[in-house]
């Protein structure tokens, strides 16, 4: 993706604290992934609803943590058609003015060459069903994509980290987002297979809204399963889904790493 006024090649993250979304691979506390010591729960309150975020000081920098399915005030579960993109968002911009955000995202393969606990550093997004907004004026036509400049970040701490712990990275890829909440039919992964290689639920809506508010954003995801069909000797279930996140917990906080790295706080990803 070339550069452009939507994507600059410099990223400064000492503007404001910075943060880190993430879903199915972290649904633990917060305090697991940040310390113990460090994190403070707090609530906050938008015109699109309340939400639940973590905050930390981590090297002088503050971080804000964002389980995205579980960051309404009662901190219950939301399948992805029910999360509030549009609170998290808001509070990210307007209440913490955020300097950049990585968001870590559960994906399936949609391509038998991208096995199955890897981890892929999008380059592009496929998402034209539901295209979410907040906004009523022109800011609404920004142009999509993830930041050039903090995607290069991510990958290069990703490719060091995953090196050291025998993971595979794979450097560019289209990011397909699905409806959901239901699993895709088979049907309906050799459709989405001819334009993506890995399929979400979530990480497109974070993108549209990143763009549409300025925020640099970037996205890593972990493989989890193989999409429907994909293959024959991998059938998807629910249950093995589940199974596979548990078991993907390395490779999860590998990506934790990679993301604090690129937001600029070294010493706690090294």
């Not at 503050?62 to 968002?89: E, L, S």
């Not at 990275?169 to 289209?174: A, P």
């Amino acid at each position: 993706m070339a550069p452009s006024a939507s994507h600059p090649t410099t990223t400064t993250l000492d503007g404001g604290p910075v943060a880190v979304i993430a879903g199915s691979s972290f649904l633990q506390s917060a305090h697991h992934w940040l310390g113990d010591g460090a994190c403070l729960s707090r609530d906050v309150t938008t015109p699109f609803g309340d939400v639940a975020v973590t905050c930390a000081t981590i090297a002088a920098v503050g971080v804000v943590f964002v389980q995205r399915h579980r960051c309404t005030a009662d901190r219950a579960y939301r399948i992805p058609t029910r999360i509030n993109f549009q609170a998290i968002w808001w509070a990210l911009k307007h209440h913490f003015n955020v300097a950049a955000v990585v968001g870590i995202g559960s994906a399936g393969s949609l391509r038998r060459d991208i096995p199955v606990g890897s981890l892929v550093v999008p380059d592009d997004y496929f998402s034209p069903f539901h295209i979410v907004s907040m906004s009523e004026d022109e800011s609404s036509h920004a142009v999509p994509g993830f930041h050039t400049a903090l995607r290069q970040r991510l990958l290069s701490w990703t490719t060091r980290l995953a090196a050291a712990n025998a993971i595979r990275v794979v450097d560019e890829g289209v990011y397909y987002q699905s409806r959901g909440p239901r699993f895709e039919t088979k049907a309906e992964i050799r459709a989405m297979a001819r334009d993506g290689d890995v399929v979400g639920m979530t990480c497109a809506n974070e993108a549209t809204l990143a763009n549409e508010l300025g925020i640099p954003y970037a996205l890593i995801c972990s493989v989890d399963n193989y999409a429907n069909g994909v293959s024959p000797a991998d059938t998807l279930t629910l249950d093995g889904f589940r199974q596979a996140t548990k078991e993907h917990l390395p490779i999860a906080e590998v990506a934790f790493r990679a993301a604090l790295g690129a937001l600029g706080l070294e010493t706690k990803a090294s």
